[in-house]
């Protein structure tokens, strides 16, 4: 489920960097995760995607190594999906509590 107010979490400006990521980037860092990617939070029982679906696409058009992110505290951990692997690298929980530190050995046939 997507939260209706998503609409407003990234506006045209963020839209127009994120289509600016050039071919061939490698290792992509952003702040917000990719949508349906370790973006999960949940409420009241109910489980939002707090992703960018423009970041998604752009991600499943240059196909990097690794892509890293954090901003959602629910969806801290790593993935791999296509050949990428995706690092959701929030420094807490949303309680406070500190996540492990998240060690990403590059280059290592993952």
Not at 63 to 91: I, K, Q, W
Not at 94 to 104: A, R
Request: proline share 5%.
């Amino acid at each position: 489920m997507t939260v209706i107010w998503r609409k407003f979490g990234f506006s045209l400006r963020k839209t127009i960097y994120v289509q600016a990521i050039p071919s061939g980037v490698d290792v992509l860092v952003s702040h917000q995760p990719p949508f349906g990617v370790l973006d999960e939070a949940g409420e009241s029982g109910r489980v939002y995607h707090y992703g960018s679906e423009i970041l998604a696409l752009r991600i499943h058009d240059i196909r990097p190594s690794y892509c890293l992110f954090g901003h959602v505290h629910a969806g801290y951990g790593m993935t791999e999906r296509d050949g990428t692997v995706y690092v959701n690298a929030a420094l807490m929980q949303d309680g406070g509590q500190l996540n492990e530190p998240v060690l990403v050995r590059m280059g290592e046939g993952r």
